[in-house]
């Protein structure tokens, strides 16, 4: 990141969708509407994205729908600084209408949006997509 901005870490963004803290979840759901409107700034990591996505579908038993329909406005919010934040889009689309993984469908999108759709892998998730071809090593 090029300015100096604070980080924010995944479970603020957990807390902010489960509702589920008396003292945590107000302040996380202030702080989105602060990101929203541009009064404040903050940036995060794909990792952090990555997290989220786990910990709503394992912990708090969101669907692959649901998660996506939570997390892609927050991610999209204009103080929430993501490189390749564009990508998201993309990802989530992977994860609501295939059954790979999370991390697979990041790795997908991640190659799509390259010069070259290969994908060296023994994965053979990778073949339900026909936008890449996965290669053997």
């Given at each position: 990141m090029?300015?100096?901005l604070p980080f924010l870490d995944t479970n603020v963004l957990v807390r902010h969708l489960a509702g589920d803290h008396p003292e945590q979840s107000p302040r996380c759901r202030a702080l989105v509407v602060d990101l929203e409107t541009g009064s404040r700034?903050?940036?995060?990591?794909?990792?952090?994205v990555a997290e989220a996505v786990y910990v709503l579908?394992?912990?708090?038993?969101f669907g692959r729908q649901q998660a996506a329909v939570a997390l892609l406005p927050l991610i999209e919010l204009?103080?929430?600084?993501?490189?390749?934040?564009?990508?998201f889009?993309?990802?989530?689309?992977?994860?609501?209408?295939?059954?790979?993984?999370?991390?697979?469908?990041?790795?997908?999108?991640?190659?799509?949006?390259?010069?070259?759709?290969?994908?060296?892998?023994?994965?053979?998730?990778f073949d339900r997509l026909s936008t890449l071809k996965r290669i053997g090593p």
């Open positions: 090029t300015e100096a700034s903050a940036w995060t990591s794909h990792l952090v579908v394992r912990i708090y038993g204009s103080g929430l600084k993501i490189p390749r934040k564009r990508l889009r993309r990802v989530f689309e992977l994860f609501t209408t295939t059954p790979l993984t999370y991390p697979d469908c990041y790795h997908a999108a991640l190659v799509e949006r390259s010069g070259d759709r290969r994908v060296i892998s023994f994965d053979q998730g």
